[in-house]
């Protein structure tokens, strides 16, 4: 098992900066992806960015050019830079980790979730 302890959020203003950090504990050589997730009010939850642990990325059209997700594997820590924050970005952001298992000649993944940190961008 993985547990993914977040943090970072806060209330900025449009056009603002936000640093988002997950730390992640436990079976940590299991983990074959992290990323970030966010649920605004009434709306089902969305893929921000993903990071393999090769290094490869992942975004939303909607954050291209403006999030950057990025992991230290010393630290076991991964963050997402949020920069040119709109109020479109307000949302629960939570800190996914996939990990990939072999039982039985079978390839299986879990994912684990953290308990989420609240982003909210003013206008």
């Known amino acids: 098992q993985v547990q993914l302890v977040e943090s970072g959020g806060g209330l900025v203003q449009a056009g603002g900066s936000l640093r988002l950090f997950c730390a992640a504990s436990?079976?940590?050589?299991?983990?074959?992806?992290m990323g970030w997730y966010r649920q605004a009010p009434g709306k089902q939850s969305d893929l921000v960015a993903a990071i393999t642990i090769a290094g490869r990325t992942n975004y939303a059209d909607s954050v291209e050019g403006r999030f950057t997700i990025s992991r230290d594997n010393a630290k076991n820590t991964v963050y997402l830079q949020m920069n040119s924050l709109k109020p479109g970005d307000t949302a629960v952001y939570s800190c996914?980790?996939?990990?990939?298992?072999?039982?039985?000649?079978?390839?299986?993944?879990?994912?684990?979730w953290g308990q989420g940190t609240q982003v909210t961008v003013s206008s």
């Open positions: 996914n980790a996939e990990l990939i298992y072999y039982s039985g000649g079978s390839r299986y993944s879990e994912d684990y």
């Open positions: 436990g079976s940590i050589s299991r983990i074959n992806a």
